[in-house]
């Protein structure tokens, strides 16, 4: 039914409406002239016969009856009255035999009726006495009398003619009465002839008119049912392309499209679909595939992921999504260029293909990030089975033209049924234990647990808090005395951050300065720090404390932010401190990213400035001997690992032994960071290191402190050097 409706709705209801209207119009135009020109015709046809009718009855009255009768017509010869040629009144006007054949005669011609009349002197009425009708058994109808209220009356009774309509039996007969005169020419009666029943008339033209309104519904009725069904039939074509349009734009026509063969209409608009397949086809590949691979790229991963949820949601399917990310590309990439990198990807991508299989989505992300969606349904290989496989055929070596290279991998795994309700929390997820599986060592894979959700919450939280910290700048700093060993004296102090949130209390910056830089928060947090350590390098400078220079901690994100000599230059102008009361400490990390000559660019910017340089944690990470040579530092801070427990480990004397005579080669300020016990501060003094920063010395400090400190550990150290003495 609804179907039925819905014809009506489209096309084929609009079509056949409009042909409803115009045969409707057609028709009802048709009839109405039919119609019209049968009354006029009907009309003209009743007068023609009426006006025979009679001058056929006056000319049979004066014929049949010469020697009563004469007749007066006008000059048409139409009767104008019938005059009696005597004074046979009594006789000529009252019921004969003659008259009754006479009449019979006169119906017979019209195929009408006819009647004789005679003034009735005293009811001054027109009584009948001579008739062709008869009752049904044939006996004589009742009296009849034509008085005052007779239409025709009015005419015979002033000796005129009478044409019209009158009134017999209940009904109306169409007549034509003349009136009969005296010898003297005075009304005496009147002969009536009629050509039948006017509602005959009426009937015929009532019935032509019922058939013709009756053949006008059942044309119409016709008309809408072929209509519907032709249209319906033709435009169906239409609607299957409309069908076949929708399920493109959803993305899952699996067959052609149909009528293209076609050379009509309906052909060209098939043709024209299926240039919007081929366009589509086009585009999507064009959208949704990593160029360098042929793999899929993000979207059709995030596509694919989504798809794969809904699945997973409706129980039809358990799937796994699997994060993998090479351990080490960006030293390969950094060493062999570009080119090999993007040549080993391919390869890789190869790799994971063929392990994973063709039914897996696999996906690359970003430079050596792939994603692989695997469901039960596509393939029999198990999550861990697929991630051992992985890791195994990436082990390999590959062989490019630059040489053999070794690459590992890191996998997080998640199970989307259990670990995600939506593809962000998937993503999510799935890169949070890919980052767990790399930061326990690489090479191998992780499944995604709820409690790294939680760390991962917690640093969320954590972020937001530190986001207020900075505006608020609830962040200090504290300071650390550099202490040159053999005098005691202060070689200068170093700027540590500190934060005290007002509920959670301390947080150490090993836990906040990792979490700033992974949210980029660093930059606003180390341009607090740089702007809170020119401030307190003025206030010394203002009670003339000595501290020889402030070391402010640079993290690489901020250093390689495209304003930051000018950060630096504002916050030594804004509190009108020389460039060379300040130090920037710089961890190696600086060399994992960037090509030497940048940083060779910034570097010398700094000390342009005259603000030097330091490196920081210096032998804890990645770094080359050949950047200590080329670039432009002043000071190695030899990192703490190599100090610990120094007294008592021979080969650890050995290795600082060497690192400190290279910085010393080198012709670098050497500190060395972290001396605890007068043991470890008595040794790394005789290796030869300019100075040093530890606890055994001081720990950091609010600013108020620090001059009092310095005086302090110069005043026991000389106080030792005279006992020695
Ligand atoms: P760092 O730059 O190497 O700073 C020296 C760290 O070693 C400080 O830790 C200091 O308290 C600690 N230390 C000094 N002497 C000893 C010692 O004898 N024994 C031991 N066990 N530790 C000692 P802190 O203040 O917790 O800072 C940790 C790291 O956080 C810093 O290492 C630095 O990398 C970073 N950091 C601190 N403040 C900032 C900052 O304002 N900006 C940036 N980017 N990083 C900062
Ligand atoms: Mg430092
Ligand atoms: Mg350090």
């Known amino acids: 039914m609804s179907k039925f409706v819905s014809l009506f709705n489209g096309m084929t209801g609009r079509i056949t409406l409009r042909l409803l209207v115009i045969v409707a119009v057609s028709i009802l135009i048709t009839a109405s002239l039919g119609y019209f020109k049968l009354s006029q015709v009907t009309e003209v046809n009743s007068f023609i016969r009426i006006d025979r009718a009679a001058r056929a009855a006056t000319a049979l009255f004066t014929e049949k009856l010469n020697s009563e009768f004469s007749a007066i017509n006008d000059p048409d010869g139409k009767p104008m009255a019938l005059r009696l040629k005597s004074d046979t009144v009594d006789m000529s006007l009252s019921f004969r035999d003659v008259h009754d054949t006479l009449l019979k005669e006169i119906g017979h011609i019209n195929q009408g009726a006819a009647n004789l009349f005679r003034l009735n002197s005293e009811t001054r009425a027109f009584d009948r006495f001579a008739t062709t009708f008869r009752r049904p058994d044939g006996s004589m109808p009742p009296p009849m009398s034509i008085g005052s209220g007779h239409p025709a009356y009015a005419d015979i009774i002033n000796n005129q003619p009478h044409l019209g309509e009158v009134p017999v039996m209940g009904r109306l007969r169409l007549a034509y009465l003349t009136p009969i005169q005296t010898e003297s020419g005075a009304v005496a009666g009147a002969l009536a002839v009629d050509v039948g029943w006017v509602d005959d008339l009426v009937v015929a033209r009532n019935e032509l008119r019922t058939q013709i309104v009756v ?70 590949h064009l959208a949704y595939a990593d160029e360098l691979t042929g793999l899929g790229n993000r979207s059709r991963y995030l596509t694919d992921l989504k798809k794969s949820l809904l699945k997973n949601l409706s129980g039809k399917h358990k799937s796994t999504l699997l994060h993998l990310d090479l351990d080490n590309f960006k030293q390969i990439n950094d060493a062999y260029g570009q080119e090999t990198g993007d040549a080993l990807l391919k390869t890789v991508a190869t790799q994971i293909v063929d392990t994973a299989g063709e039914t897996s989505q696999i996906a690359r992300l970003a430079s050596d990030q792939f994603t692989i969606l695997v469901s039960d349904k596509s393939s029999a290989v198990q999550p861990v089975e697929l991630a051992e496989k992985l890791l195994t055929a990436l082990r390999q070596p590959f062989q490019l033209a630059a040489g053999e290279v070794r690459l590992t991998a890191s996998i997080g795994i998640v199970l989307l049924q259990h670990d995600a309700e939506d593809a962000d929390e998937a993503h999510r997820n799935a890169g949070l234990a890919m980052h767990k599986a790399k930061a326990s060592g690489g090479d191998q894979f992780m499944f995604f647990s709820s409690e790294m959700n939680d760390v991962l919450q917690d640093q969320i ?118 460039g060379r009361n300040i130090y920037i400490e710089i961890t190696e990390s600086v060399f994992v990213d960037h090509s030497e000559s940048r940083i060779a660019m910034v570097l010398a910017a700094i000390r342009a400035i005259g603000v030097k340089l330091s490196l920081d944690d210096f032998g804890s990470g990645y770094s080359s001997l050949g950047y200590l040579n080329r670039l432009p530092f002043d000071q190695l801070k030899v990192d703490r690992s190599f100090i610990s427990d120094i007294d008592t480990d021979q080969r650890k004397q050995q290795v600082l032994r060497g690192v400190l005579g290279l910085g010393r080669g080198l012709g670098f300020n050497v500190v060395v960071e972290g001396a605890e016990t007068l043991e470890e501060v008595t040794l790394v003094e005789q290796l030869g290191c300019d100075s040093v920063q530890g606890f055994y010395y001081a720990r950091p400090a609010p600013a108020l402190l620090i001059p009092d400190m310095v005086r302090k550990i110069a005043q026991s150290k000389t106080r030792l050097n005279v006992r020695s003495a």
């Open 215 to 284: 053949a006008a519904i059942l044309i119409l009725i016709l008309v809408a049912a072929f209509g519907v069904l032709s249209m319906s039939r033709e435009l169906k074509p239409l609607r299957q392309l409309a069908k076949y349009a929708d399920d493109l734009a959803a993305e899952a026509p699996a067959v052609a499209v149909p009528f293209k063969s076609r050379e009509d209409e309906i052909g060209a608009l098939a043709q024209g679909l299926e240039r919007v397949v081929t366009l589509q086809g086009k585009l999507a």
């Open 461 to 578: 939280r954590m972020d937001r808090m530190l986001q207020i910290a900075i505006e608020e700048r609830e962040i200090e700093i504290h300071f650390q005395p550099q202490i040159i060993p053999s005098t005691g004296g202060l070689a200068g102090v170093e700027a540590l951050a500190r934060w005290t949130h007002p509920a959670e209390g301390p947080i150490s910056p090993g836990k906040f300065i990792p979490i700033a830089e992974a949210s980029g928060q660093i930059v606003g947090l180390g341009t607090l720090v740089l702007d809170l350590a020119c401030e307190q390098a003025a206030k010394w400078r203002d009670q003339e404390f000595d501290f020889k220079h402030i070391s402010v901690n640079v993290s690489t994100i901020q250093l390689w932010q495209p304003n930051f000599i000018d950060v630096l230059k504002a916050a030594l102008e804004r509190h009108n401190v020389p």
